[in-house]
């Protein structure tokens, strides 16, 4: 579920200082796309938390930190400031959690739609010269759009593994509502997060 507002990534920086050899413009783009995968992150590990670990939250989750790492190494190779994940120290909170499973993953389809829009309309443009950044951008785009996505879509359906019912009990094809009204500080999935350019937020 992800996106993140291009000005909000350089609040969280701190700086927009541009690195030796990496332009501003391409820097914020980095630290949009690393933003976008903290938001996924403390948003799936809400998700399990209310939802259960039986559920392809979990394997998703190890996706995005593996996705974050990538990013990190950019902003390390170019000497440019890694920022911590604001949605963990409760700097930005998350959204309430949908009121159902079946809700959230429904939530789980548009956000990484807009995830793929992101970056094939706003990231990838901005890194144009850069085939490094451009691999990385491109590798994470494909995760959402042939892993994510599809995922998302057959658990929609009601094709989905089993999660927790709201009295913890064991609920098939990922139905179970979870515990209503832990919002851990609330998410909803990958970046809807009212700073979104295109409400992205969790792939």
Known sequence: MKTFVYSMALVISGTAAQSASLSTTAENAILTALMDEYHAAATYTAMIDAYGSQTPFTKILKAEEKHSAALI???EKYGAAVPTNPYLDGT????????????????????????????QTELLPA?????????????LMAASQDKH????ERCASGDCGSGKDQNGQSGKNGTGHGKQGKASNGHQGH???GQGKKGHGQG
């Open 127 to 139: 890194v144009t010269g850069y085939s490094d950044i451009t691999n990385v951008f491109n590798n």
């Open 92 to 119: 930005l909170p998350l959204d309430p959690l949908p009121a159902s499973l079946t809700a959230a993953y429904q939530e789980g389809v548009q956000a990484e739609i807009a995830n793929i829009n992101l970056y």
């Open 191 to 193: 970046g809807k997060q």
């Open 149 to 152: 996505l599809p995922t998302f």
């Open 73 to 75: 190494n950019l902003l």
